[in-house]
């Protein structure tokens, strides 16, 4: 058989981007398929050590740093009206031995970046073009666009969303369902500096995430009703910008919303598998779940890294049976674990049932009154398994950490 690359990567998001110039530097050929990236997207990214980690070894972190802020705190904070409430919980960077926990990066800025990338890596072709047919077969998987051409290649990464048509062509079940939540995403300006924290408000419809941005400015993702998101995004400069500085306790002083608001809708997608019939699945075609404590990407990238492992391992055929299997065995846990935490969060925020709320409150009280069990907890956030090795380190100066 005849076959145009080794790979088709499909999607010009983050992860398909991603996915591209990884395995084209692992030694495979690539077509990229896919529309324009999307320069109007607001939303920021906060990426983890580890997926930074990756960036580098990819010769595009340094280009990403520029308009990106670091992260050396993060809290969450209860904001609900409840009688029942937790404390707030701070997790500092120093106490696991880093600088910061990642660095928040605006989409805007990171899609040029990968976009070129892409155009200056060998090994790369793109066709700025839709797969309207996915044809996966026993030898090699074919993908129909709408220029008119075919591509065949011995596997097919589906990077191409949570609705994704390669998973379904792929013969891939999956759940999936509306968490009954919008996300208001924007930036705004400040007059107090955030010096480089994160605060997660816990409120009764979801949470209301503030990142630091560059200077005296911080982007929010308010999850929401949806229509309650709606209302809130038609809201005068003003009137939002009020609502906003009220919601934080005006911890960054007075607050003036910028331009270019958006809405997403939030839901859950988990597939049955990871991979069937050449094709495996990364990014938002592999998971979904609402925007808690920062792994929507990162979870992405660490989909990429095993779909590299297993190309390096399977080079002569990477979209054969027992490559996609050793795909799904790889990626099978950290999602499974990633998706089931967040939903579980996500859901105990918005129940009322009081049993929930105290076994939440518990173990957040917990969590912050002990720093062994949270630095764990820090250590699994950045990557999964960490946490467990972290404890059988030797503890260096964090051991003498004490919270304040």
């Not at 530097?25 to 580890?50: E, Y």
Request: hydrophobic share 40%; glycine share 8%.
């Amino acid at each position: 058989m005849n076959y145009d690359a080794d790979i088709v990567v499909a999607g010009t998001g983050p992860a398909g981007l991603l996915a591209a110039i990884a395995l084209a530097q692992a030694g495979c050929s690539v077509i990229l398929v896919g529309p324009p990236i999307n320069s109007g997207d607001r939303r920021t990214t906060a990426l983890m050590k580890p997926s930074l980690d990756f960036l580098d070894g990819l010769g595009v972190l340094e280009e990403l740093r520029d308009g990106s802020a670091p992260l050396r705190v993060m809290r969450i904070a209860d904001a609900t009206s409840r009688i029942l409430r937790s404390p707030v919980v701070t997790f500092r960077a120093v106490e696991i031995g880093e600088e910061y926990f990642g660095l928040n990066i605006p989409n805007r800025n990171m899609l040029p970046v990968l976009e070129r990338a892409v155009k200056s890596t060998a090994n790369i072709r793109t066709e700025e073009s839709i797969v309207t047919e996915w044809l996966p077969g026993d030898d090699a998987v074919q993908a129909k666009l709408a220029n008119g051409k075919t591509i065949t290649a011995r596997l097919a990464a589906a990077a191409d969303g949570r609705g994704s048509p390669a998973r379904d062509a792929a013969g891939i079940r999956v759940r999936s369902a509306s968490t009954g939540q919008s996300a208001l995403v924007l930036d705004f300006a400040h007059t107090r500096h955030h010096d480089d924290t994160s605060t997660e408000f816990h409120t009764e419809h979801g949470p209301f995430t503030v990142v630091p941005l560059p200077g005296m400015r911080s982007s929010l993702v308010w999850v929401n009703r949806p229509r309650r998101a709606e209302e809130l995004k038609a809201l005068p400069d003003a009137e939002l910008s009020r609502l906003i500085e009220d919601r934080m306790q005006s911890i960054l002083g007075r607050v003036e919303v910028e331009p270019g608001r958006q809405v997403y809708s939030l839901t859950a997608v988990l597939p049955s598998r990871f991979a069937a019939n050449r094709i495996a699945l990364v990014g938002e075609a592999a998971h979904v779940f609402p925007p808690i404590g920062a792994q929507g990407l990162n979870l992405g990238i660490r989909d990429v890294e095993s779909l590299v492992k297993v190309a390096r391992r399977y080079m002569n055929d990477p979209g054969a049976a027992p490559a996609l299997s050793y795909y799904d065995q790889l990626r099978r846990p950290d999602i499974l674990a990633r998706s089931s935490a967040v939903d579980l969060l996500n859901r105990s925020l918005m129940s009322d049932a009081l049993p929930i709320q105290v076994l939440r409150t518990a173990g957040l009280s917990v969590i912050g009154a002990l720093p062994p069990l949270r630095s764990f907890f820090m250590r699994e956030g950045l990557r999964t398994g960490s946490g467990i090795t972290g404890l059988f380190r030797e503890r260096g100066p964090a051991a003498r950490f004490r919270s304040e």
